[in-house]
Structure formats: C-alpha cells, structure tokens
C-alpha cells in the first residue's frame, strides 16, 4: 500500500462529488425519512396470515421528479403522493397488520437480553418495521434503476442530522457473545459492584446505602468522565462518556442496567465518528462511520464489536470499495468490487484491505437490501486483469493504451475548438454538474523535490497531485504529476486523459482530488455546471500572472 493512501481515503472533503448530504431527513414527518426508492419495484411480500403475493409499487418517472410535477429538488411525485397517502406503501392487508400490531403492542415486555425501546416509541416502530420489510423484499435488476437506487440508499446513510438508518433493518436480535466480544465502551465493567477495580471520583448524589443514585460524573484516573444517570449504583437512560486514552472525544447513547444499548455515537479526537447499534457495550448491529466534515466514509453491520459481512467503503470525491469482510474487518478477499461514481462501472476481483490487487472491468447487474446493507450482483468480470499501480518519477503505468473504463464512456480526445490549443477533451454524453469527467496521471514528482529552471514548454502539463480549489499554486512542498513530452500524444498514452483538458478563464470544470483504483492519488476533472454532449471541456488553471506562459497572459489581456 503506498505510503499516503490512508491519508488520502480518509480526507474529509467530499462536498464537491460525494455529497451524502443532498437531502436532511426531517425527524418529525416518518414519511419524508422514507428511502427514496426508485421508479418501479417487484415486491413479494407475505401477509399475516402465512401467504404471498407479488405486486408492482409504481413510484413516479425514472429522472425522480415529472416535467409537469413543479418539484425543484429532485424527487419524484410518487415521493409526494406517498406523504399524503403512506399507507401506499403498504401492499400487506393493513387490517391484519395493524390488528397484529396492536396485539404487540399492548403485550410486549422488554427483556435484558433484546434491545430497549420506550414503550411510547413502540407504535413508530412497528411502522419502520413495515417499511423495513418493503426495502428488505427489493431486488432491482432494471439498469436505469441500479445506480439511482444506490445513490439514494448512500445518500440516507449519509444524512449529517437524524436517524440514517430510518426504514432499515439495523438491529441485530443475536445475543453478545462474551469470549468474542470487543467492547466499545471504555467503562463498559464500571458500576458499583466492581468499583473497587477503578480509581474513580463521582459527583452526584447516592442512595441510602452509599450507591450512586441520580444525575451525576465519575471521573476516573486515565482522566475519562462519564456522565449521566445513575439508579442503585448502575448506568441508565442517556448519557456520555470521554476517554482521550482510548482516543474517544465523547461517546453518547442510552444505557438500561448498566450497558450501552440501541444506537449511539463514538466521535474519536481526529473528528471522525462511528455510529449505530450497540448492545451490551457492543457494536452490534448496522453502523456508519463519518468523517470529521460528516462525510460518509463507511457502512456495515457489527457483530460482537468486529465488522461482519458486506460493507462498504467509500472513498473521497467518488468511487468505493464493496464486499464481504475478512475476519479482522477488512475489504479483503478474492470477490470484491470497486464501483465508480456512475454506480455502474466496476471492477471486479482480488482487493487487499481495500486495494485492488488483481480485477477485471464488470457492470453492476442488480441491487437488493438485507439487513439494513444494500447487495449488488455484477456482470461476468471481462477484459484484461487490471491491478493497483501508483507512478513513479520514471513510470507512469504498464498499461499504457488502455483506457480507464469510466473515463472511456464520459469523455474523448478531439481537435480543440480554442485556438491554437491542439487536442482538446470532449463530452461523449450530456453531463449533470458536479459529475467526475477524467482523470490525471502521470509520472509522480516527489514533494521533496524542488523544480528545476525548466520552460514553460518543458513543464507545460504539471500539476498538483492534491489540487482542489484551496490549493496554494506557488506551494513548493506538494507532490507533483507530470506529463513528458514524450507521453503527451494519444497514441503513446491514453490511460486517462485530464491532461488533454485545456484552459478557459471562463472554464465548465474544476480539479480535484481522486483515489483511483489502479493509478492511487490523481488529481480528476469535475464539471461545474451541466455539460451538452460534444462540447468541450474547460478547467482554469490557475497560473500566476506573474509568472505564467505569453499565451496565458494574452488571453487574460483579451477578456
């Protein structure tokens, strides 16, 4: 693994492309929380009474909003006829449902081995229940549906504020194993039978036997603090603790006899967080992981404390890594997929902790949710065998002629319409804006290494690795990439093609930054606005005034 990947897949800018937070869930209205699902769905659902019937829930136009709908902010009708109307979700007989529920209802006891709910949250849950079942019983195979369906599920996980995981199967009724148990609770042991195993000093008020009793804080001597409510010596109700030698700033959730229980939130001193369902001081259940801008980094249940089963990894700008764990947590394994920011283009094969070491070009194929984690199945994997490989000063790639499979279908190498300019790059297609377009490698500069008195001709395609529009231009010390001269024709390299985007002070994209399955940390080209297919491409680049080519200059003096 190259030296700054774990810098780079844990960056916590992805505003630009990777925007999990397009839409924010109103905690008020269960309905708008509701995974936006696509246009139509073949359901199986299975009544109270034992059968099964297949039906089709039509949800609105496939571009998720009408012509007519007068909607701006991209949801379809059948979104707004679903608020007025929720009970359309439901194809189940709502007589038999809502009988059972109240049966539940006015029985159900909770034990301490099941997961707390207050009784008066009782009714809204069986309701997320329901639609639980109707997410849990999809399997969308139609293409114009997949990456739609993919991107809205990721865009809920993604929410900064709310419940994420509201419509999704997140709680794992399994019992907490206790010989493979990691314990996410710093003080998990703590209460007053095993107090004398901690030095401790606790504010607040006690019971007639000396317990702690009420609204108090116990610090302890590695300088953690708990707070919250204390009843005969034990933790319950909502509280927080903090623990800098385990590294967590807070962690916050509710307690029932002492242990952490339902969903919580750890956010550790980087700022990064972890989220979802804990039993017996256990992750235990479905979790997200956020970056300190509240960017979505990783999804996937827990069992006992450890990941288990599909997860996915998503990765600055655009793109991730999907696939079952290994046995330490890892995306490692021989049945992986890198899917690119279409949610369509993949690549399919061997990855070791989330980087492709053997895999070939495959389309996702179809898409289903279990317990709460969103399945894909893919096309046969085609194509050469493609593999991770990060340039060098000497070496941009091995394979040189052959085409990134996303790029391929968003971009191509035309003669520019500007003058002057030679090749330029333009769109295959119509592309909305903020939409990943191309990629740049090239041969790496280390950052260590100081630029020479080269011309402007000889240093005409270098670049920033980590350009973003904050980007210092004149900032000496920042890993470089380089196209030679000798590498600048299609014929000797096309791999990626970024380099090819020339220059506008009125340009229709952006640079930023990329993890690229095969080629590592590489600058990319974004569109900032939409773009018509067959125009051609734009980025600013950003050069000083005072130290910059004539031509740059000339045209700066034209505008």
Request: with cysteine; aromatic share 10%; glycine share 10%.
């Amino acid at each position: 693994m190259p030296q700054n990947w774990n810098g780079w897949r844990n960056h916590g800018n992805t505003d630009d492309i990777f925007s999990t937070n397009l839409v924010e869930k109103d905690t008020e209205d269960p309905v708008n929380n509701l995974l936006l699902l696509p246009r139509s769905i073949n359901s199986t659902n299975t009544t109270g009474y034992g059968s099964s019937r297949s039906s089709i829930i039509s949800l609105g136009s496939s571009n998720f909003g009408s012509p007519d709908s007068g909607a701006s902010n991209g949801l379809s009708s059948w979104y707004d006829n679903l608020r007025n109307d929720p009970t359309i979700l439901h194809v189940s007989s709502s007589t038999s449902r809502s009988s059972s529920m109240s049966i539940s209802s006015s029985s159900r006891t909770v034990s301490e081995s099941e997961p707390y709910f207050e009784d008066s949250d009782y009714s809204s849950q069986c309701h997320t229940e329901n639609i639980e079942n109707e997410l849990e019983n999809m399997c969308i195979e139609d293409c114009s549906e997949i990456s739609n369906f993919l991107k809205n599920w990721v865009m809920n996980l993604g929410i900064a504020n709310g419940d994420p995981f509201y419509g999704l199967d997140g709680v794992e009724y399994s019992p907490i194993n206790s010989r493979k148990a990691v314990r996410t609770d710093p003080y998990h042991s703590f209460q007053w039978e095993t107090r004398s195993q901690f030095q401790y000093e606790w504010d607040g008020p006690v019971d007639k036997e000396g317990k702690f009793n009420g609204k108090g804080s116990m610090k302890f001597a590695d300088g953690g603090e708990v707070s919250g409510t204390w009843k005969n010596g034990r933790r319950v109700g909502k509280g927080t603790t903090s623990c800098l030698a385990q590294n967590i700033r807070l962690l916050s959730g509710e307690y029932k006899a002492g242990k952490l229980i339902g969903i919580g939130r750890i956010v550790y001193e980087n700022g990064n967080s972890i989220e979802g369902y804990f039993r017996d001081g256990c992750l235990h259940g479905l979790a997200r992981k956020m970056g300190s801008n509240r960017n979505l980094m990783w999804v996937g249940r827990y069992l006992h404390g450890l990941p288990v089963g599909t997860c996915w990894e998503f990765l600055p700008v655009g793109g991730c890594v999907v696939g079952k764990v290994d046995s330490s947590g890892k995306l490692s394994g021989d049945s992986l997929t890198y899917i690119y920011p279409d949610w369509m283009t993949c690549l399919v094969g061997s990855f070791k902790d989330s980087v492709l070491t053997s895999g070939q070009v495959a389309r996702v194929q179809s898409a289903s949710i279990s317990k709460g984690i969103l399945e894909i199945k893919t096309s046969s994997p085609e194509g050469p065998q493609l593999t991770y490989e990060l340039s060098t000063r000497d070496k941009i790639c091995s394979k040189m002629l052959h085409r990134d499979p996303y790029e391929e279908q968003m971009v191509d190498v035309k003669t520019s319409g500007a003058d002057m300019a030679g090749e330029g790059v333009f769109a295959l297609k119509d592309i909305p804006a903020n939409t990943v377009v191309a990629f740049y490698n090239g041969i790496r500069i280390p950052a260590n290494e100081e630029d020479t008195e080269d011309s402007w001709d000889d240093c005409s395609y270098r670049i920033f690795v980590a350009i973003d529009d904050g980007t210092d231009i004149d900032n000496d010390d920042c890993e470089r990439m380089d196209m030679p001269g000798e590498f600048s024709s299609t014929e000797i390299y096309c791999a990626t093609v970024a380099h090819k985007i020339n220059h506008s002070f009125n340009p229709n994209c952006r640079f930023s930054k990329y993890i690229h399955p095969m080629f590592g940390p590489v600058p990319c080209v974004i569109t900032s606005q939409d773009v018509a297919a067959g125009e051609e491409l734009f980025t600013y680049y950003k050069y000083l005034l005072s130290d910059c080519p004539e031509w740059y200059s000339s045209l700066w003096e034209s505008q």
